[in-house]
C-alpha cells in the first residue's frame, strides 16, 4: 500500500514537469493554434497539442464559433497561439526586449533537451507499468485472503483488467 502510494506520488509529480514541457517543437507550435473549438487532429475539442490538457472556449453561437480569433481571445500574437505554455500577451511582447538572434538554443542543446524529455517521459511510462503491476499484485493478494475466508463460492469468471478470477460467495444468514 505504501509503494503504491509513493508509485503514485513519483507519477504525479512526473505528469506535472511533463505538463510544462511542450509536446511538440517551436516551429511546429508556431504554425499552428487552436482555431474555433477544433484540435489539430479534427476532432472538436481545445488545443492542437496531444496531450489531455486542451483548453475549450465556449461561445454562445455557431456565428461566434466562426468568428472566434484564438489570438484575439488570448490577447498574444497569431505565431504563439499553438503554445500550451509561456504564451506571453501582445501588451508584455511590446514591453518585453527581444532576445538576439544569436542566443537561440543551438541544435546541440535542442537535440540535449529532447533526449531529456523523451527520457522523463520513458521514465513516467515505466512508473505507470509499475503502479499497474503493484495494483495487480494487491488484488491478488486480497482475492487470496478472501479465498481462505469462509463460506461456500462459485466462481464466475475473470477480471478483465487484472486477469484474476473473480467469485462469489454464497448469502449466509447471520446468527
Known amino acids: 500500500n505504501l509503494a503504491r502510494a509513493v508509485e503514485r506520488n513519483n507519477i504525479d509529480r512526473l505528469t506535472a514537469d511533463l505538463h510544462l514541457m511542450p509536446e511538440c517543437d517551436e516551429a511546429e507550435a508556431a504554425g499552428t493554434g487552436a482555431a474555433a473549438g477544433a484540435r489539430a487532429d479534427g476532432r472538436p475539442g481545445g488545443a492542437s497539442h496531444s496531450g489531455g490538457g486542451a483548453h475549450t472556449v465556449f461561445v454562445d453561437s455557431k456565428r461566434e464559433a466562426k468568428r472566434f480569433s484564438a489570438a484575439e481571445y488570448f ?3 497569431p ?6 505554455f509561456n504564451r506571453p500577451r501582445v501588451a508584455t511582447l511590446e514591453t518585453a526586449v527581444v532576445a538576439a538572434p544569436g542566443s537561440a538554443p543551438s541544435d546541440k542543446e535542442l537535440k540535449k533537451l529532447e ?3 523523451r527520457r522523463r517521459y520513458e521514465e513516467l511510462d515505466k512508473r505507470m507499468a509499475r503502479q499497474k503491476e503493484l ?10 485472503r478472501a479465498m481462505m475466508g469462509k ?3 462459485k466462481k464466475v469468471g475473470t477480471d478483465k483488467v487484472t486477469g ?12
Open 164 to 175: 484474476l478470477p473473480q467469485y462469489k460467495w454464497k448469502k449466509q444468514r447471520k446468527r
Open 151 to 153: 463460506g461456500d463460492r
Open 135 to 144: 495494483e495487480k499484485a494487491g488484488a491478488g493478494l486480497q482475492l487470496q
Open 79 to 84: 505565431e504563439l497561439v499553438g503554445r500550451t
Open 75 to 77: 490577447d498574444t500574437a
Open 115 to 117: 533526449k531529456a524529455r
